[in-house]
């Protein structure tokens, strides 16, 4: 099984900063790309921005210009830089993966694998 772990939220002021980050642990045999999505209560999730093993990276744009997203050198942990922050940023944040995975000793590979949240609130 895979487990994506996100951390970073929290609550910050408009035009402020927080950094998400997210790690993938389990038996990943390979990671073709990470991203983010957010998903406010009663609408879709939606796309913030997802960036490849090779990386190219793909920005909503709503966010273009002020999140950046990076990945380390492991290719299992992504982070999400969020700058000048906006009230219309508030809601959970989800991270994702598209991946192969070994189980039982067969491949699986999956675009469905996703963290538990993590809660970003823009307020004064």
């Known amino acids: 099984q895979v487990q994506l772990v996100e951390s970073g939220g929290g609550l910050v002021h408009p035009g402020g900063s927080l950094t998400l980050s997210c790690t993938a642990s389990?038996?990943?045999?390979?990671?073709?790309?990470m991203g983010w999505y957010r998903q406010a209560p009663g609408d879709r999730r939606e796309l913030v921005a997802t960036?490849?093993?090779?990386?190219?990276?793909n920005y909503a744009d709503s966010v273009k210009g002020r999140f950046t997203i990076s990945r380390d050198n492991t290719g299992k942990t992504v982070y999400l830089q969020m700058n000048n922050l906006k009230p219309e940023d508030t809601t959970v944040y989800y991270c994702?993966?598209?991946?192969?995975?070994?189980?039982?000793?067969?491949?699986?590979?999956?675009?469905?694998?996703w963290g538990q949240g993590t809660q970003v609130t823009v307020s004064s």
């Open positions: 994702n993966a598209d991946l192969v995975y070994s189980e039982g000793g067969t491949f699986v590979a999956t675009k469905d694998s």
């Open positions: 960036i490849t093993s090779g990386g190219d990276t």
């Open positions: 389990g038996r990943i045999i390979t990671i073709s790309a």
